[in-house]
């Protein structure tokens, strides 16, 4: 941590300072410049965080060194980690592509669209069992069944399956049949969530808040790992801004500084980024362009019989000319799919 001092900081404030830091335990690497003083505050990264450095007198900021990650910070792998869905690698090479329905809602439904989604070229199929509705008067999803209908979509198909964990109290039987489980956006900052995740071995994929930043996200990813689940995913999934023609503003953004800053593989949902079937695919392909490693897209049978996001969900024939063109992007990045 660095704390750099008033113009107008007086000697006492500053000795003050540097003996409050040598009191905690810490050490004090005083620097003169010509204008003001830098202080360098040295020990353990975390002891020194919770010290209100910035309360002092004479003190103008207060800069960390090092992120406040650290776990999923590119560094402390020194290079991108793989992470295995069933037996689909993501983070190679190959850009991943997931897809299928918003939400399960019957048999014939899901098997369908899993045959369809397979044929065209997704290798894994999403479904959601148990739905986070900003109602709840809507459709709350299968529960139970659903994923019992997913595992059978699972058997019939190939394809591995992901699906989402609301509630640490569904964790268990969730994690009996998700290949892959999906932590919605609503639920980013779900605590007690991410640890119980982050205790079990499966695959997580971690939805970006729609109010949540980057480094938000970051952080929230460490609580998985931090307790020793290292198989996560990061979905990009659009932010709220103050633009209404969209549903959501899709932050691409995200892609690179994602990229640079942890070694864990990106995922981007442009159906939810948004929010809009025509608008889909533009904004696949740019996911694509942009560096992600899979990106996930709803598809329906029959959209406008959709319980759930039947108007962002693509028709599964537009879904097949979609899988062509990201292919064609993908060669382009120097991937492939
Ligand atoms: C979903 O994937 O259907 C979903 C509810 O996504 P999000 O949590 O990003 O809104
Ligand atoms: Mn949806």
Known sequence: MIIITRPDATEEQIQHIVSRIADWGLRAEVSRGEMRVVIGVIGAEDKIRQKPLGAFPGVESVMPVLKPYKL????????????KVGDVVVGSKEVVIMAGPCSVESED??????????????????GGAFKPRTSPYSFQGLGKV??????????????????????????????????????????MQNFSLLREVGRTQLPVMLKRGMAASIKDLLM??????????????????????????????????????LKAETHLPVVVDPTHGIGIRDFVPAMALAA?????????????????????????SLLPKDFADLVRRVRCVAEAVGRAV
């Open 72 to 83: 999923v910070s590119y560094e402390f792998r020194g290079t991108a980690s793989r992470v």
């Open 146 to 187: 659903g994923l019992q209908l997913l595992a059978e979509a699972r058997r019939e198909s190939g394809l591995p399956i992901i699906t989402e964990v609301m509630d640490t109290k569904d964790l268990e039987l969730v994690a009996e049949y998700a290949d892959c489980l999906q932590i919605g956006a609503r639920n």
């Open 109 to 126: 439904q899901i098997l369908s669209i899993a045959q369809s989604i397979r044929d065209s070229g997704a290798k894994i199929l999403r």
């Open 220 to 257: 929230s990813a460490e609580y998985i790992l931090s307790e020793g689940n290292f198989n996560v995913l990061l979905c990009e999934r659009g932010i709220r801004t103050f633009e209404t023609m969209t549903r959501n503003t899709l932050d691409l953004n995200a892609v690179p500084v």
């Open 288 to 312: 694509v362009a942009a560096g992600a490693d899979s990106i996930m897209i709803e598809v329906h049978n029959a959209p406008e019989f959709a319980k759930s996001d039947g108007e962002q």
